[in-house]
T-cell receptor
Framework: DAGVIQSPRHEVTEMGQEVTLRCKPI?????LFWYRQTMMRGLELLIY????????DSGMPEDRFSAKMPNASFSTLKIQPSEPRDSAVYFC????FGRGGYGYTFGSGTRLTVV | GENVEQHPSTLSVQEGDSAVIKCTYS??????FPWYKQELGKRPQLIID?????GEKKDQRIAVTLNKTAKHFSLHITETQPEDSAVYFC????????????FGKGTKLSVIP
C-alpha cells in the first residue's frame, strides 16, 4: 500500500487566493482526519469523516475553511480566501477504526505558505 | 474537551541513557493512548500505543506505562541512539468509544552521541 497520499507537498500562494489541498486515504480505511500543525498550536484537528460523512467540524477555524469527501478514496480541504495566518503544515490521516484497527496513518503533509 | 499536557517540552540525553516523557489527561473516559514520533520535515508515525485495560506495553527499546487512576501515561526509551532524536507526541482518545485524538504539544528529544 502506498499509504496516505497528499498533494501538493508544498504550496505558496498570495493572500486572498483559493487553496485546495488533496488527500487519498489508505484503501479500506473508514475514517479520515484533517490536522493542522504549527509551532504555536501543535497538532489541531480540523475535521474528520466516517464513511465519507463529516462527523465533527468544530475544529475548522472559520467559514473560509471547507472540506469534502466525495468518495472513499478522496478528500479535499479548501481555504478561500487564504490569509497569512493560515500558513502551516496540513496533515491528512486515515484509520480503520470501524474495522477494528487503531491508530492513525498520516500523510506526508502539505506545507502551506500564504504571503 | 480533552486537555492533554506533555512534559518536558525539550529533553537532551547522552547516547545510551534512558529518556522518559510524561503526559497527563483530563477525561477519565479516555481509553486509547498512542505515541507518535516525528522526525524533522516528516510525518508523525505511530511508535507504540496502549489501551486502558493494559498497564504497560513494551516493544524492544520503547515502553509505555499507563496509570488510569492518576490519569497519566509515559513513554520510556532505553539505550537511546542518535536516530531516536525527534519530536515525540502523546495523544489521547476523546472519551470512551471516540476515534478523535487530542495531541500533546510534543517533546523534542535530542540524543547526544
Amino acid at each position: 500500500d502506498a499509504g496516505v497520499i497528499q498533494s501538493p507537498r508544498h504550496e505558496v500562494t498570495e493572500m486572498g487566493q483559493e487553496v485546495t489541498l488533496r488527500c487519498k486515504p489508505i484503501s479500506g480505511h473508514d475514517y479520515l482526519f484533517w490536522y493542522r500543525q504549527t509551532m504555536m498550536r501543535g497538532l489541531e484537528l480540523l475535521i474528520y469523516f466516517n464513511n465519507n460523512v463529516p462527523i465533527d467540524d468544530s475544529g475548522m477555524p472559520e467559514d473560509r475553511f471547507s472540506a469534502k469527501m466525495p468518495n472513499a478514496s478522496f478528500s479535499t480541504l479548501k481555504i478561500q480566501p487564504s490569509e497569512p495566518r493560515d500558513s502551516a503544515v496540513y496533515f491528512c490521516a486515515s484509520s480503520a477504526f470501524g474495522r477494528g484497527g487503531y491508530g492513525y496513518t498520516f500523510g506526508s503533509g502539505t506545507r502551506l505558505t500564504v504571503v | 474537551g480533552e486537555n492533554v499536557e506533555q512534559h518536558p517540552s525539550t529533553l537532551s540525553v547522552q547516547e545510551g541513557d534512558s529518556a522518559v516523557i510524561k503526559c497527563t489527561y483530563s477525561d477519565s473516559a479516555s481509553n486509547y493512548f498512542p505515541w507518535y514520533k516525528q522526525e524533522l520535515g516528516k510525518r508523525p508515525q505511530l511508535i507504540i500505543d496502549i489501551r486502558s485495560n493494559v498497564g504497560e506495553k513494551k516493544d524492544q527499546r520503547i515502553a509505555v506505562t499507563l496509570n488510569k487512576t492518576a490519569k497519566h501515561f509515559s513513554l520510556h526509551i532505553t539505550e537511546t541512539q542518535p536516530e531516536d532524536s525527534a519530536v515525540y507526541f502523546c495523544a489521547v482518545s476523546l472519551g470512551a468509544g471516540s476515534y478523535q485524538l487530542t495531541f500533546g504539544k510534543g517533546t523534542k528529544l535530542s540524543v547526544i552521541p
